[in-house]
């Protein structure tokens, strides 16, 4: 697992594309052969219909985004691109679980609710904080981690074009207007960078615009958002490795999406690896698209 999460995180303009290439193929397939090609064959026998599976890792399975094993073996021989890859994705539904009485508990066993209501959608600028030396040096290890996002109003726009959307850009993009408007919402969007601490994962934070606040750093830590009250049907966390954290024995990942599952959030769609921010944004708008068009959000 370890090894297949080396291989998504880009190594530069000097890696061998080829090779990565290959290294992906055959891991993903390993592991698919490993972990579901028995299950699934027997269900599969068994003429059962199964469109969707629920996920529920145990351990280092948790760094795992079994989204993307390979169901197929072919050539593997040359780079021939990842969109036609056979995917798990593409003939299943997935959704994952902390664990089952989250999963299963009543409200998550009724239809999807409709996200026909409200939006709140923040996304900060990161020019003030940059240009602050005291404070990014606040961020200790993680002051080289941070840079502009060009593209993150573009997607909170993008929403608007779906749902009726409270928008936070900028300057007004702050830790406090988050904690005074966070409750209410269908749907919260955070467009912004995250910050993962692999050995306390109390303090992996979301970080919203610097501004001076006497009360709010505009760090928002997993250890304050334990204790805030999110009744959210949604959070969509598209920052880097929000669903990444440190492993807790009997607990799973730490992460910031589980933070706010505690918090009170009904669900989360997190990232698994550093998120690309041009990316993100053309993803997100087809999300919502299809969203508005009446779709469930798995």
């Given at each position: 697992i370890r090894q297949f999460r080396d291989v998504l995180i880009p190594k530069g303009l000097e890696q061998d594309v080829n090779m990565a290439y290959r290294q992906f193929v055959e891991q993903s397939h390993q592991?698919?052969?490993?972990?579901?090609?028995?299950?699934?064959?027997?269900?599969?026998?068994?003429?059962?219909?199964?469109?969707?599976?629920?996920?529920?890792?145990?351990?280092?399975?948790?760094?795992?985004?079994?989204?993307?094993?390979?169901?197929?073996?072919?050539?593997?021989?040359?780079?021939?691109?990842?969109?036609?890859?056979?995917?798990?994705?593409?003939?299943?539904?997935?959704?994952?679980?902390?664990?089952?009485?989250?999963?299963?508990?009543?409200?998550?066993?009724?239809?999807?609710?409709?996200?026909?209501?409200?939006?709140?959608?923040?996304?900060?600028?990161?020019?003030?904080?940059?240009?602050?030396?005291?404070?990014?040096?606040?961020?200790?290890?993680?002051?080289n981690s941070l840079s502009t996002l060009k593209y993150n109003k573009s997607e909170i726009d993008g929403i608007s074009r779906y749902f009726d959307t409270r928008i936070f850009k900028a300057g007004q993009a702050t830790e406090k207007q988050f904690v005074v408007n966070m409750a209410g919402n269908d749907i919260i969007h955070l467009a912004m960078h995250g910050l993962v601490d692999s050995k306390d994962s109390e303090k992996s934070r979301l970080i919203f615009t610097s501004i001076a606040d006497s009360i709010h750093d505009n760090f928002l830590h997993n250890?304050?958002?334990?204790?805030?009250?999110?009744?959210?049907?949604?959070?969509?966390?598209?920052?880097?490795?929000?669903?990444?954290?440190?492993?807790?024995?009997?607990?799973?990942v730490m992460s910031i999406a589980r933070a706010f599952t505690y918090a009170g959030t009904e669900s989360v769609v997190m990232s698994q690896w550093p998120a690309d921010d041009e990316s993100s944004s053309i993803i997100m708008l087809y999300f919502y698209k299809y969203l508005s068009e009446g779709k469930r959000k798995d």
């Open positions: 592991l698919y052969n490993q972990l579901l090609s028995a299950p699934l064959a027997i269900l599969t026998d068994a003429k059962t219909s199964i469109k969707k599976l629920y996920i529920i890792p145990d351990k280092s399975l948790n760094y795992l985004s079994f989204d993307l094993l390979l169901t197929d073996d072919f050539d593997k021989k040359s780079f021939r691109g990842y969109g036609k890859l056979p995917y798990l994705i593409k003939n299943y539904i997935i959704s994952y679980g902390y664990s089952a009485s989250i999963l299963f508990k009543e409200d998550s066993l009724r239809k999807d609710k409709s996200f026909n209501g409200k939006v709140l959608a923040f996304a900060p600028s990161y020019e003030e904080l940059l240009a602050d030396t005291t404070k990014l040096n606040q961020l200790g290890q993680f002051q250890f304050e958002l334990y204790n805030l009250n999110i009744d959210a049907k949604l959070a969509v966390l598209s920052a880097c490795n929000t669903g990444y954290g440190k492993l807790e024995g009997g607990e799973g």
